[in-house]
Each structure stands twice: as structure tokens, then as C-alpha cells.
């Protein structure tokens, strides 16, 4: 007799059954899942690596077009939707054509914050008498980045290509020496300012001392030959010394503000490099720079913006409340003179790979006026220039880094290089003016037609 079937192990297998099929099921969708990640990642990375051939990112260069308005108002940003990445032919290119020297002899020169004030001034001076310049820029915000872009522009006019970069960045340092044999650098690129310095210091040490050193670590082991250095040191360095007229030979360590113990450490820090790697160093110490084209935080600056539009400035008097506070400000076009100066006399460094041959040159210069001027008789002159009566409210000079004046003695750099400054404060901020009135498209109030006619361009004394 057959033995009925038996039901339990026909159960039992069925469930097996279709416990592998739900196995089976699950795992088929993990896979096509897997497959489909695995696809879509692919994609993804096909198309970033796609945008990023055709896009390189902002930060890491921008292209000057060459056939962009040189006029400033429209502050056209620069920024080239067709440049590529550092190692494209376009790059090198742009590099190459920038920095070579017209003729074998001229100097090819890094020059670093080419979108600043002093930066610009000296890249077009550069060019213009056939040497070879490439600028390097963060285009930071610390003022109106605008304004950069708008001498980015000029440079462009003149051929100058400016890098986008920071140098901070050691690899785009080392890329842009790999394909340049520099001969000099001019170190501008800096945090400026000295009452910020209590609001941001970090931004100081940042740029003054670890991007200093980053640029001479570069110039020390990575270039070859071995670039000059000229450098922005700067009249704040004195800070306490009260004798007078300044001089190189005075002391510098008692300084007022965060901003001036970067600059002296800056000076300090040339010498390290010149020691150990023979480096040729020159730092110029600035003397309140001034002039079209010039820094919107500085007084002169922003007096005339307030003056213009009437609301008060405040003008510092010295802390005991007996005198005026008093600077050398020197213009412009004699500090190109003195930068142009200390590069042509500027002799090699003598080492190579990081190591030092022999001995190099380390020099320091006062570039000043030798003639300082009373804030208030710089508002004197704005209030003629401007035609306008500026609203002032006299207070003493706070405690925020200031020092009560300066006054430099340039006999050194008389002797070295011919450094003899040859524009009074009247007659230089005669010249801002007209320029201010002009990039801002202000109606010209200016008396005895300072704002006439020319375009902002002529106007910049480069
Ligand atoms: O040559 C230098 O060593 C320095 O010159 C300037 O620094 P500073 O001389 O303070 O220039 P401004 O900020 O334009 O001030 C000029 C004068 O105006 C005074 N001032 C400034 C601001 C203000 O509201 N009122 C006022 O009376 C200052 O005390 C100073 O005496 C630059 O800003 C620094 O980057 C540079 O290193």
C-alpha cells in the first residue's frame, strides 16, 4: 500500500523554495542597485573631469583678455571662462609672453600683488621699458576688489598677465618658477593697513610673515637661478624711534602696531634666508604711499570720498593734544622710481637648490618724501582741490597702532641708486584727484579744471 504522501517535507521544501527565490530576488536587487551606483558615480566623475578640462576653478588663475575695455568704470571682471588648468599650453602661453623681457638683457619679473596699488604702478613701469612681468594676485576683499580688476585691466592693455593665486600656494609658486626663469621678484603682495591689524590680526601673519616666507623657500630651494628679491618692508618698522629724520641706522624694534612687527619680522626673515641660502634681498621701507590708482583704506582716500559726499572725517591729533599728527606721504611715481631703482641695482643671489655659494646682498631703503605734512594741511589741500569745505572732527589720535609722525631721510638710497623724490603733496594729490573724480564719474567740482578731459588711463602716471 502506497504511504500517503508525505505532506511535511513537501512543505518544508516548498518553503525552502521560496526562501531562495526571495534570496535570490533581494540579491538581484542589490546588485542592479550596485550596478546602477557604480554607473551613475562614473557619469559623475566623467562629467566633473569633463568641467573641469574646460573650467578650471577661479581661484586658481584668471586669463586677462587682451581685448577688454580699459575703462574702469564698467569693472569688468576678468575672469576668463575659457582658461584651463595650470599645465595647458594657453597657461604656459600667457606666462611665457607675459614675463619674457623685450630684448636678452631686460629683467624678468615676479611681481607679487601686480593688482595693487604700488603692484600696478611698478608692473607697467616694468613693461613699458621692455623688461618682462608676470603678476601674481589673490584679489583679496580687503577693499573693493573691483578696483583691482579695474588695474588687472590696464595691466591687461600693456600685455601683463596677472596669475590668480595666492602666495601662500607653494606648488602654483614652484609651477610658475618651473616655467619662468625669473631673474627678480618684486615682493609687494601684503596685508596693508596698520589700525586693521587690531580687527583681523591673523590676516597679517597670514600674508606678511608665512606668505613671505612661503615666496623665499620657493626663490631659496625650488628656482633656478636663484631670483633678486625686492620687497615692500615699510616707515611703520620705526615705530617709537623719536629721532628724527628717520634713517636706516635708527632703531626698529619698538613697533606701534601688529601690522609694523610683520614688516620688521619680514626684515628680519631676510635676513635668515640671505644667510643660509644667499638669497640678494632689498626691503624698501614705504613712506604713506599716495596717488591715482591708490588704496581706498587710506586716509587721503577716503577723506576725499567723504569730503565729496559731506559727511564728517576725523582727523588725529598727537595723544598729548599739543600738535598735529604728521606723515611723509610720497607719491607715487617717486616710489616706482625707488622700486626701479633697487631692482637694477640689485646684484645676484649666489646659491642654488638651497644651498648658498657665497656671500649675497642684504639692503634696506627708506623711500620717503623727507618732507612730512600735518594731516590737516592734507585736508587743506583736498578742500581746494575738491572745492569743497570738509566737515572735521578733530580728536586725539586713539590708541590703535598710529604713531604721531614720520619723517624719512633717504641719503642711502641717493647714494645707491638715485632715489630723489620730486613731487610735493599739492601737486600730487592734484593729480589723485583728477583721477578719483574720473574712475568714480564724479561732476567735476574740482577747481582750476583738475578733473579735465583725459581718460583715466593717461591719467595714471605710468
Ligand atoms: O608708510 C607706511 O608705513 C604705511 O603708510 C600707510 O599707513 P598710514 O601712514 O597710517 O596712512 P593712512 O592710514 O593713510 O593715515 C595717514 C594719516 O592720517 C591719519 N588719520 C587716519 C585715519 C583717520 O580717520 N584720521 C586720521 O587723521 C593717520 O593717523 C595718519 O597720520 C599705509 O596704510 C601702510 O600700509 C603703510 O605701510
Not at 613671505?212 to 615699510?234: C, G, H, R, T
Request: proline share 5%; with cysteine; aromatic share 10%.
Amino acid at each position: 500500500m502506497a504511504s500517503p504522501p508525505d505532506t511535511s517535507k513537501t512543505t518544508k521544501l516548498e518553503r525552502y523554495n521560496s526562501y531562495l527565490r526571495r534570496i535570490n530576488t533581494a540579491r538581484l536587487l542589490t546588485l542592479s542597485s550596485q550596478l546602477l551606483f557604480r554607473t551613475t558615480l562614473l557619469a559623475a566623475l566623467l562629467l566633473i573631469l569633463l568641467f573641469t578640462l574646460h573650467h578650471p576653478p577661479l581661484s586658481s588663475f584668471s586669463l586677462s583678455s587682451s581685448s577688454s575695455s580699459s575703462f574702469p568704470h564698467s569693472h569688468r571682471s576678468l575672469l576668463s571662462s575659457s582658461s584651463s588648468s595650470l599645465s595647458s599650453p594657453s597657461f604656459q602661453r600667457q606666462v611665457l609672453h607675459s614675463a619674457t623681457p623685450r630684448n636678452p638683457s631686460g629683467l624678468s619679473v615676479l611681481v607679487t600683488g601686480a593688482a595693487g596699488f604700488v603692484g600696478s604702478h611698478c608692473s607697467l613701469a616694468l613693461k613699458k621699458r621692455g623688461d618682462g612681468v608676470l603678476g601674481l594676485d589673490n584679489f583679496n576683499s580687503y577693499y573693493d576688489p573691483s578696483l583691482k580688476r579695474s588695474r588687472q585691466s590696464l595691466l591687461s592693455k600693456h600685455s601683463i598677465f596677472i596669475v590668480d593665486g595666492d602666495i601662500n600656494d607653494s606648488s602654483l609658486l614652484k609651477t610658475l618658477f618651473d616655467l619662468t626663469p625669473f631673474t627678480h621678484i618684486l615682493h609687494l603682495a601684503a596685508q596693508a593697513g596698520v589700525r586693521y591689524a587690531m580687527r583681523n590680526p591673523q590676516s597679517y601673519i597670514s600674508s606678511n610673515i608665512a606668505g613671505f616666507v612661503s615666496l623665499l623657500e620657493v626663490a631659496a630651494k625650488s628656482a633656478d637661478p636663484q631670483p633678486s628679491i625686492v620687497w615692500a618692508s615699510s616707515s611703520s618698522v620705526y615705530g617709537l624711534n623719536d629721532e628724527n629724520p628717520f634713517s636706516e641706522l635708527h632703531r626698529t624694534d619698538r613697533p606701534a602696531s601688529l601690522y609694523a612687527a610683520t614688516k620688521k619680522a619680514g626684515e628680519e626673515i631676510a635676513h635668515t634666508y640671505n644667510h643660509i641660502y644667499g638669497l640678494s634681498i632689498t626691503g624698501l621701507r614705504f613712506f604713506t604711499v599716495y596717488g591715482p590708482w591708490g588704496r581706498p583704506d587710506m586716509a587721503y582716500f577716503f577723506f576725499t570720498k567723504s569730503i565729496l559726499s559731506g559727511k564728517p572725517i576725523t582727523v588725529f591729533k598727537t595723544q598729548d593734544g599739543a600738535g598735529e599728527v604728521a606723515r611723509d606721504f610720497t607719491y607715487i611715481d617717486d616710489v616706482v622710481k625707488g622700486c626701479l631703482g633697487a631692482l637694477d641695482t640689485a646684484e645676484k643671489s649666489t646659491g642654488s637648490g638651497g644651498k648658498k655659494k657665497g656671500p649675497a646682498q642684504l639692503r634696506i631703503y627708506n623711500l620717503g618724501n623727507t618732507s612730512p605734512v600735518p594731516v590737516g594741511k592734507l585736508v587743506g589741500i583736498l578742500e581746494g582741490l575738491l572745492g569743497v569745505k570738509a566737515k572735521k572732527n578733530v580728536v586725539k589720535m586713539p590708541s590703535n597702532g598710529d604713531v604721531p609722525y614720520t619723517h624719512a631721510n633717504v641719503s642711502l638710497a641717493e647714494h645707491d641708486f638715485g632715489y630723489r623724490p620730486t613731487t610735493d603733496l599739492a601737486a600730487g594729490l592734484r593729480k589723485f584727484v583728477k583721477w578719483y573724480v574720473q574712475y568714480y564719474g564724479i561732476k567735476n567740482k574740482v577747481q582750476g579744471g583738475v578733473g579735465g578731459g583725459k581718460d583715466v588711463s593717461e591719467v595714471a602716471s605710468v
